[in-house]
């Protein structure tokens, strides 16, 4: 069966400092995969996402990167964080066409990042 | 479509009670659609889907509603539980087009929150 890992659950950075999130899938090959954002009591919103090795598509002009190293391994990463950086990131997985066999996304278990 | 920046809307319901929660997409091409559960500090889980070629499909205790006139969609859940708390989004994606690279398009959200 598919499983995704995310970690870590939990980081506090400092201001200025780099970050480095990691996201991997097992069980499948060639996913798509996502990186969303989540503020306090807000919706998901749609960072980057990836249908294959070093093809990443940004969602919205910010502060992050991303990267795929490997098939099935994820990575949002940052050079300078800022404070608005803070929130909930959740990485996803899915199969590159959706539909009612296939399902939607496998969302990972999110990494709670507050930037002080 | 996404609403990321806005608060998002609440429901309180008594343990028993049926819940309705709504959706309003705005895609007319979208012909897939699904609710996530979201627990507090935890990924989205997919709860149930549903085509197009649909308008109504019922899963354990959760019913989903679609009407493609008015681009709305709805979650029912029966005899609501203490554990039915948590923020649930709905999603559509344009399969048959093809061309969205399988990305899914979140709803705003709505918080739900049961009481014993």
């Known amino acids: 069966s598919q499983t995704i890992h995310q970690w870590p659950a939990t980081l506090v950075q400092p201001v200025g400092s780099p970050l480095s999130l990691e996201c991997t899938v097992e069980?499948?090959?060639?996913?798509?995969l996502y990186w969303y954002r989540q503020a306090a009591g807000r919706g998901l919103q749609l960072l980057f996402y990836?249908?294959?090795?070093?093809?990443i598509s940004s969602e919205v002009p910010q502060n992050l990167s991303a990267s795929r190293p490997q098939d099935r391994q994820f990575i949002l990463s940052s050079k300078k964080l800022l404070l608005s950086d803070s929130g909930f990131y959740l990485c996803?997985?899915?199969?590159?066409?959706?539909?009612?066999?296939?399902?939607?996304?496998?969302f990972g278990s999110g990494t709670r990042l507050t930037v002080v | 479509g996404e609403s990321v920046g806005l608060h998002l809307p609440t429901l309180s319901v008594q343990e028993g009670d049926n819940s309705i929660i709504n959706c309003a997409y705005s895609?007319?091409?979208?012909?897939?659609f699904i609710w996530y559960k979201q627990e507090s500090g935890k990924g989205p889980q997919f709860i149930i889907d549903?085509?197009?070629?649909?308008d109504k499909r019922q899963g354990q205790r959760v019913t989903v509603l679609l009407n493609k006139t008015v681009k709305h969609l709805s979650l029912q859940i029966a005899a609501t539980q203490p554990g039915d708390s948590a923020v649930y989004f709905c999603?559509?994606?344009?399969?048959?087009?093809?061309?969205?690279?399988?990305?899914?398009?979140f709803g705003q959200g709505t918080i739900l929150t049961v009481h014993p």
């Open positions: 549903i085509r197009s070629n649909m």
């Open positions: 990836s249908v294959g090795i070093g093809q």
């Open positions: 895609n007319s091409a979208s012909d897939y």
């Open positions: 996803a997985w899915s199969v590159s066409r959706l539909g009612p066999s296939r399902g939607g996304y496998t």
């Open positions: 999603a559509e994606n344009d399969i048959a087009g093809g061309t969205s690279y399988g990305k899914l398009t």
């Open positions: 069980g499948t090959s060639n996913p798509n």
